[in-house]
């Protein structure tokens, strides 16, 4: 059977993240996170103390910078220059610190060459914010998922506590909707949903609920094809 390229972008919190990973575990395909690779960048660039808005101090630290992507069945790991860092990367500082590096058409350009090389052959998930309409704008299967400011903040609030991190609701749903605005309006490839994607709202929708809709939106197109 053909392997395909699915594509699912939304804003943050909105489920995308853990559906993509369950849903490529269900079909047999790779899941690729790639806000976990501009996280990566938000972190080289913390650690070297770059001023993001210095065009030359971006091209040397995408120049220099190595990510490395390792998949396993609790999902990706993220490693910057050999060093594992899929946990320092979901920091709330880094959080804000990649939503403006991922702005720059540096980082940008030096990422989406990655995540394109990494999909070419198909057979993989990818989840974004401009995966359907930038990286892979010919992918077969597309979704856009959405969800209400306050329950996407609620989530991500949980999914601090779980993870033994310090955090107050307030200030997650502060930085979600700046993280939104912020990603909806740069210039360069802003969270939109492609034309032809699958619009999802997972407000009311379990994970499970998410990943089963999904999944049969991949079954109907690979029967019909």
């Known amino acids: 059977m053909k392997k395909i390229i699915i594509a699912i972008d939304g804003p943050a919190a909105s489920g995308k ?12 395909y790779v899941h690729l996170d790639t806000g976990a690779m501009y996280r990566a960048c938000a972190l080289a660039a913390k650690r070297h103390q770059t001023n993001i808005d210095d065009p030359s101090q971006i091209m040397k630290i995408m120049s220099d910078i190595k990510i490395d992507i390792q998949y396993s069945n609790n999902g990706n790991l993220i490693f910057l220059d050999g060093e594992d860092v899929s946990e320092e990367i979901r920091e709330p500082d880094i959080s804000r610190l990649a939503s403006a590096i991922s702005a720059k058409r540096h980082v940008r350009e030096k ?9 070419k052959s198909g057979g993989v998930i990818v989840d974004g914010r401009d995966i359907g309409t930038v990286v892979f704008p010919n992918a077969e299967l597309k979704f856009f998922m959405i969800a209400p400011l306050e329950i ?3 989530r991500r609030y ?7 991190k310090k955090a ?14 912020a990603d909806s309006s740069r210039v360069l490839a802003p969270l939109v949903p492609a034309k032809d994607a699958i619009q ?12 089963d809709l999904l ?10 094809s």
């Open 158 to 164: 949980q999914e601090l506590l779980a993870n033994n």
């Open 17 to 28: 993240s853990t559906t993509a990973k369950l849903l490529a575990r269900k079909i047999g």
């Open 152 to 154: 996407r903040a609620q």
């Open 215 to 224: 999944y049969g939106y991949y079954q109907n197109l690979m029967v019909g």
């Open 111 to 119: 990422m989406v060459e990655l995540q394109r090389e990494l999909g």
């Open 168 to 181: 107050n609701f307030q200030e997650v749903l502060r930085e979600l909707k700046e993280r939104d605005l």
């Open 200 to 211: 999802i709202d997972t407000g009311d929708l379990s994970i499970d609920e998410q990943v």
